[in-house]
């Protein structure tokens, strides 16, 4: 008789990426971190936004944090690539890319198969937490924190950023205050203007 390590099954990528696509959806928790799938024609299923809601008693209390996480063909073989789009100060975390550096995240360092997308941001919340990252100085609230995200995603959103940016103007003002969210929504205009100008 073989032995019973020989008769595991291994779950197909897909198989297993549509597990936490459904996951995803339904939601994680108490709803302090979710993700999901970028485009839904992504037959690859390869780019995903996770979000974190940072943690109570900590610098990160109240702020709201966007990541990407890109799913290579060799997944979950291997790690996503994890990076965060709002500007955060972490020791795991590049402060000029944003990247989640493997050697300085042993989730990453040390990857088994059976980890997730969900895992990953759990237990970057946990070293948001940690007593190294709970009181470090953080990048300063408004603009700074969108400016790259709008630069990365114009290109996705540019043929309804002006509709888009009305859905999520209610958030910025509360987030950044009334006076910062106008000013957000000028620089969102002239950005999305000059993208048109650049394309005649």
């Known amino acids: 008789m073989g032995s019973e390590g020989s008769s595991q099954v291994v779950v197909p990528r897909s198989f297993r990426l ?30 995903w936004t996770g979000t974190i809601i940072g943690p109570p008693n900590t610098v990160h209390e109240g702020r709201i944090y966007q990541l990407k996480l890109f799913c290579g063909k060799d997944y979950p073989d291997n790690p ?32 088994k198969r059976e980890c997730t997308m969900e895992d990953i941001l759990i237990q970057l919340k946990k070293e948001m937490m940690s007593p190294q990252n709970r009181k470090l100085s953080q990048p300063p609230d408004g603009p700074s924190l969108l400016i790259c995200f709008f630069v ?13 940016f009305s859905c999520l103007f209610p958030f910025f003002a509360l987030n950044c205050g009334l006076r910062d969210a106008f000013s957000i929504e000028m620089l969102w205009i002239w950005l999305f203007n000059q993208r048109i100008l650049l394309k005649i």
């Not at 789009?85 to 795991?92: A, D």
């Not at 990365?152 to 888009?164: G, T, V, W």
Request: proline share 5%; with cysteine; aromatic share 10%.
């Open 80 to 111: 996503p690539t994890v990076r965060f789009q709002t500007r955060i100060n972490m020791s795991c975390v590049n402060l000029e890319t944003g990247v989640v550096e493997p050697h300085r995240f042993p989730m990453l360092l040390d990857w």
């Open 18 to 47: 549509l597990e936490e696509l459904e996951r995803g959806e339904k939601g994680i928790g108490d709803g302090t971190v979710s993700y999901g799938m970028d485009d839904a024609d992504d037959v690859y299923m390869q780019s």
């Open 152 to 164: 990365d995603e114009l290109e996705i959103y540019e043929s309804y950023s002006i509709p888009l």
